[in-house]
């Protein structure tokens, strides 16, 4: 960003009922004057006097202005910038100054769906909710061309900038506990935050909130990644149902040496524990065959 050279000047304005006041008292002194000197009561000189009241009563009442709350002014003259008034109400400034009004309340920037590619490259969906308020009026409207438009293109570029940066969720190639865009919610919209107040900057622009209010993969690929998390969904629950029936089977061979219930060698262990493991880790239901023999036959 280039070096800022535009900031703003606060500039306190007159009350703008006592200038009321004043321009109506001398429109009306002005008046009287006139007619006392149509009606002869006075010299020719006190028209001219009456007329310039009545002149300056006018040009008094031109420079007021109301501005409502978290609404500023700023005021040009003949194309220089003189200040930003940041009262309230009915104000006065002279009335050659050129008032343009911009509020400095709180704005919503509600982005559309915007399709981006990750950190591994995979096309995902973006959408984000920006609030955003004008912090330095002079630069928001002498720095930028439209600073709403700037804004708009800014964060939009932001987005696209912090998807790169993020995978859209965990895998073999990512560090232990790297942020996902889908697992690391709190720091991606911290992030995002951070770099749309940099890029705000130049435009007198305060970021006040930034959320991520869409996240998805692409219709092109989300089928297979769809797959892909279920496989995950799949192995990993293998792997507890695993774990699970090897502790039992454990047990198991435990409790019958403990309680001295059966003797088993080797080979009918290792029987033991493949038909216990079958039966465990199997996703239906087993089908019992009764030994009418020894146990051996």
């Given at each position: 960003?280039?070096?800022?050279?535009?900031?703003?000047?606060?500039?306190?304005?007159m009350?703008?009922?006592?200038?009321?006041?004043?321009?109506?008292?001398?429109?009306?002194?002005?008046?009287?004057l006139?007619?006392?000197?149509?009606l002869?009561?006075?010299?020719?000189?006190?028209?001219?006097?009456?007329?310039?009241?009545?002149?300056?009563?006018?040009?008094?009442?031109?420079?007021?202005?109301?501005?409502?709350?978290?609404?500023?002014?700023?005021?040009?003259?003949?194309?220089?910038?003189?200040?930003?008034?940041?009262?309230?109400?009915?104000?006065?400034?002279?009335?050659?100054?050129?008032?343009?009004?911009?509020?400095?309340?709180?704005?919503?920037?509600?982005?559309?769906?915007?399709k981006?590619?990750?950190?591994?490259?995979?096309?995902?969906?973006?959408?984000?909710?920006?609030?955003?308020?004008?912090?330095?009026?002079?630069?928001?409207?002498?720095?930028?061309?439209?600073?709403?438009?700037?804004?708009?293109?800014?964060?939009?570029?932001?987005?696209?900038?912090?998807?790169?940066?993020?995978?859209?969720?965990?895998?073999?190639?990512?560090?232990?506990?790297?942020?996902?865009?889908?697992?690391?919610?709190?720091?991606?919209?911290?992030?995002?935050?951070?770099?749309?107040?940099?890029?705000?900057?130049?435009?007198?622009?305060?970021?006040?909130?930034?959320?991520?209010?869409?996240?998805?993969?692409?219709?092109?690929?989300?089928?297979?990644?769809?797959?892909?998390?279920?496989?995950?969904?799949?192995?990993?629950?293998?792997?507890?149902?695993?774990?699970?029936a090897?502790?039992?089977?454990?047990?198991?061979?435990?409790?019958?040496?403990?309680r001295?219930?059966?003797?088993?060698?080797?080979?009918?262990?290792?029987?033991?524990?493949?038909?216990?493991?079958?039966?465990?880790?199997?996703?239906?239901?087993?089908?019992?065959?009764?030994?009418?023999?020894?146990?051996?036959?």
């Amino acid at each position: 960003m280039s070096a800022l050279t535009r900031q703003e000047i606060p500039l306190a304005s007159m009350n703008g009922y006592l200038a009321l006041g004043g321009g109506i008292l001398a429109v009306l002194a002005g008046a009287w004057l006139v007619h006392l000197s149509i009606l002869g009561s006075l010299a020719g000189g006190a028209a001219l006097a009456g007329i310039a009241l009545i002149l300056a009563g006018v040009f008094m009442c031109a420079g007021l202005y109301m501005l409502q709350p978290n609404e500023t002014a700023v005021l040009t003259l003949f194309g220089r910038y003189v200040g930003t008034d940041r009262g309230e109400g009915l104000r006065w400034a002279f009335p050659l100054y050129r008032k343009r009004k911009l509020t400095v309340r709180a704005r919503n920037l509600n982005m559309s769906t915007l399709k981006v590619n990750d950190k591994r490259g995979n096309p995902v969906e973006l959408a984000a909710a920006v609030v955003w308020r004008v912090r330095d009026t002079a630069q928001a409207l002498f720095e930028v061309d439209d600073f709403e438009r700037y804004v708009s293109v800014q964060a939009e570029a932001a987005l696209r900038h912090l998807a790169a940066q993020y995978a859209y969720d965990e895998g073999e190639d990512l560090a232990p506990g790297e942020t996902t865009l889908r697992g690391g919610a709190a720091e991606v919209a911290h992030a995002l935050s951070v770099e749309l107040t940099a890029r705000f900057e130049a435009a007198g622009v305060e970021t006040l909130d930034a959320k991520l209010t869409h996240l998805a993969y692409a219709p092109e690929i989300a089928q297979v990644m769809l797959r892909r998390q279920q496989a995950q969904a799949i192995i990993s629950a293998r792997a507890r149902i695993v774990h699970g029936a090897v502790t039992m089977v454990e047990d198991a061979l435990k409790g019958l040496a403990e309680r001295e219930i059966v003797e088993l060698d080797a080979e009918r262990k290792a029987s033991m524990v493949s038909n216990l493991l079958v039966v465990l880790c199997s996703d239906r239901d087993a089908q019992p065959i009764i030994n009418a023999g020894t146990l051996y036959n």
